[in-house]
């Protein structure tokens, strides 16, 4: 069968896994190290919530290998590929699988965040929207959710050593160049232009903005010191 080199991932959704990849380790490593490190914690989990929603949206309004209902695996489309049968570009099913799994685990993780607290001296940008009570509950749900996020990053990584070395796909080359060699018929990604980009990166903007809590009234002054009478 004749191969054709097709445009299979666009910049956007290429600069978007590699940012996600480096801010999780990042995010895993600061929140393990802890101490002074903890504030750049709170930065990065403030850069995930944008690329979660800017890809949230690029999933809708993006180019056509990056959009969700392109690669959404469904029972009809698992049960081709388990047969051997799936012969389509992009994401396969059980890639697909993967994908929606570490974005959902990832938005859990980044929204406990969010309303976390240490019991030194970080609290998370929106704590006083729950109180400390709630805030306690979900920085133990944070602090457990992390094992699993980086369970599901092992097995991404797994997968990506099984098709290079038994599958012989190279799943890597096409996410840094954004072309790739392909058998049987397909077309290059389209869609995904200016307009659209632009639309994704207000609207995490917007997201990052609302997750940094600058939006909320400042805690009031603490109260001036009791002075005591000189005699």
């Not at 895993?28 to 929603?53: F, R």
């Not at 799943?171 to 397909?186: D, Q, S, Y």
Request: glycine share 10%; proline share 6%; hydrophobic share 55%.
């Amino acid at each position: 069968m004749n191969s054709q080199r097709i445009y299979l991932w666009d910049l956007p959704t290429r600069l978007f896994h590699w940012l996600l990849a480096l801010s999780i380790v990042a995010a895993v490593i600061t929140g393990q190290v802890g101490g002074n490190w903890i504030e750049w914690h709170a930065k990065l989990g403030l850069l995930i919530v944008g690329l979660l929603v800017f890809r949230v949206v690029w999933g809708f309004i993006g180019s056509t290998y990056a959009r969700f209902g392109e690669f959404f695996p469904t029972p009809a489309k698992i049960s081709t590929y388990l047969k051997g049968a799936w012969r389509r570009p992009g994401h396969n099913p059980l890639g697909a699988l993967s994908v929606f799994g570490l974005l959902a685990v990832c938005a859990l993780q980044v929204t406990s965040g969010l309303f976390a607290n240490d019991d030194i001296a970080f609290n998370g940008p929106l704590l006083d929207l729950v109180g400390k009570a709630v805030s306690d509950r979900l920085t133990g749900f944070h602090h457990l959710l992390v094992n699993l996020l980086i369970l599901l990053v092992a097995l991404h990584l797994a997968a990506i050593v099984f098709y290079a070395h038994v599958r012989k796909d190279n799943l890597v080359k096409p996410m840094v160049v954004g072309w790739k060699e392909t058998e049987g018929p397909a077309e290059s990604a389209k869609g995904g232009g200016f307009v659209a980009l632009l639309v994704a990166l207000i609207l995490a903007a917007a997201a990052v903005y609302g997750a940094s809590g600058a939006w909320m009234p400042a805690p009031p002054p603490p109260a001036p010191a009791a002075t005591t009478p000189s005699w």
